[in-house]
């Protein structure tokens, strides 16, 4: 695998836009209960960080071209090219959200709004990401499994990183606990998809005809990274279940929610992204 | 980055590479002319001669044995397509088909080594060129072709098995498959080629029928 670039660019984007959206949400949550100062003090840091991991993932992603000097061509073919039109929405994408942030910054106040705009231009980015790989010649990419397992990484990886931001003081322990659980059923969305369209990702694989004429036999690899997969989806299985957890004592009462738990479903969820997107690049 | 020399259109009808599979013995010839003549490094080839096997023996039922074994070898290289998906897929516009003669080139002032033009083609014609960091592929000798003379490929087979001209022409002497065991199914990116099958290369479609 040699793909690192990628891996590294497509994880931090989706996850900086999972944190944007969650963001929004929180924000809006936070604003009926905190006062703006307040508000912006529990926002800061995941309004700064996701700004930070989608910089550093396009930053990757420049290391992955062989002759950057040329990078500013690439925005010439939005008329048929995915990468161009990716290019130009993770642009749009940290500008808003670069954006935001300043703002907030400066006025020492939230802006949901724009985290929510930022976060619906990131979801058009990665739907871009999946178009793609979708419009390859790579047989185990050129599938709706792509855009199940980008979207996933949204909706577990960037939910998990923004509640382990917003999961603190001064927000209060029932809205930790409803951040938690918007997190939860994010994770339990994305496995619930990964499950409806494996089978028929694994019937187009087996009706698939490898030409002779490509430099990789991405079947073999798909079937050889079967462990890794496995272990993703486990590790995945593991953080819902440690999740569920964490909330259930809290049904009844609200208490505070133990960081560390918190820490540890985003760190499995973190693993279970990883794997899996290792296996997704590995072509040989 | 290699420096990039536009050549006007070597013909006003689209080109194409007839291959006589039936005919190839694999001898490489042709891909290891292609190198020299390109200066290509181990492992970058724009001419690639690919062997392909399959078929078994099967019981007749009376104590014997049928076999419908094949094993062949296929020359390929970048098929100058009429519907190619690596300039449709090229971020930069720098993979382009010209007006006339419909060569595909990579033009060197704009491409950025993505790499999206090797993952999309299903031939494998683009190959990353590791010492500019760019993509590169089979011109068409174009070089050759504008002054007069032939691909090297073509002028190097000692069989005759590779022939170039207005795939019009081709399709017309030769017929027009292009779709045989091995190749990818040719309405993916209208290759402009046309193969005479070796024996087995059509084992698939033959069984269906």
Redesign the interface.
């Given at each position: 695998m040699n793909e690192w670039p990628l891996l590294i660019f497509t994880l931090l984007v989706q996850a900086s836009v999972g944190m944007a959206l969650i963001g929004a949400l929180g924000g809006y949550w936070l604003r009926r209960t905190l006062t703006a100062e307040q508000c912006f003090l529990a926002l800061r840091p995941l309004m700064l960080l996701a700004p930070i991991l989608a910089a550093i993932g396009l930053l990757a992603s420049v290391m992955?071209?062989?002759?950057?000097?040329?990078?500013f061509?690439?925005?010439?073919?939005v008329a048929?090219?995915?990468?161009?039109r990716e290019?130009l929405l993770a642009s749009l994408y940290l500008g808003i959200v670069g954006l935001a942030a300043l703002l907030a910054l400066l006025t020492r106040r939230a802006y949901p709004s724009l985290l929510l705009l930022g976060g619906l231009v990131g979801l058009a980015d990665v739907g871009c990401m999946a178009g793609?790989y979708i419009?390859?010649?790579?047989v185990t990419w050129m599938h709706l499994n792509t855009a199940v397992a980008f979207y996933g990484t949204v909706f577990t990886l960037g939910m998990m990183l923004g509640v382990v931001t917003l999961c603190r003081r001064p927000v209060s322990p029932p809205l930790m606990q409803r951040l938690l659980l918007t997190a939860l059923l994010g994770c339990i969305a994305t496995a619930a998809a990964h499950w409806l369209v494996t089978p028929g990702y694994l019937h187009f694989l087996a009706q698939a005809?490898q030409?002779?004429?490509?430099?990789f036999d991405a079947v073999a690899a798909f079937l050889h990274s079967a462990p890794l997969r496995m272990a993703s989806a486990a590790l995945l299985m593991a953080a819902i279940a440690l999740m569920v957890l964490l909330l259930y004592p809290t049904h009844q009462r609200a208490t505070v929610l133990p960081r560390s738990g918190i820490m540890v479903a985003a760190v499995l969820v973190l693993l279970a992204q990883a794997g899996s997107r290792y296996a997704f690049f590995t072509l040989h | 980055m290699s420096t990039f020399q536009e050549f006007p259109p070597v013909s006003d009808r689209q080109l194409g590479f007839f291959i006589d599979s039936s005919r190839c013995s694999g001898c490489k010839a042709c891909q290891v002319a292609c190198k020299d003549k390109n200066n290509l490094e181990v492992g970058r080839r724009f001419r690639r001669v690919y062997e392909v096997q399959g078929g078994g023996f099967i019981p007749t039922g009376n104590g014997g044995l049928r076999n419908n074994v094949f094993a062949y070898t296929l020359s390929i290289s970048c098929n100058h397509c009429s519907d190619p998906v690596c300039t449709k897929n090229c971020p930069t516009t720098a993979m382009h088909k010209r007006p006339g003669d419909g060569i595909v080139r990579v033009n060197t002032d704009k491409c950025v080594g993505c790499g999206y033009c090797a993952w999309s083609c299903p031939y494998g014609a683009p190959q990353l060129n590791t010492e500019t960091g760019q993509m590169s592929k089979c011109d068409f000798c174009i070089d050759l072709q504008a002054n007069g003379d032939v691909p090297v490929c073509v002028a190097t087979c000692p069989l005759g098995a590779i022939k170039f001209g207005p795939i019009e022409e081709l399709r017309a002497r030769y017929g027009t498959l292009s779709d045989v065991n091995g190749l990818p199914d040719s309405t993916l990116t209208r290759p402009n080629l046309v193969v005479k099958a070796h024996q087995g290369a059509q084992q698939e479609v033959n069984n269906d029928e």
């Open positions: 992955h071209l062989g002759y950057p000097l040329n990078a061509h690439a925005l010439r073919h048929s090219s995915w990468l161009s290019i793609i419009n390859s010649a790579v005809v030409p002779v004429t490509l430099p | -």
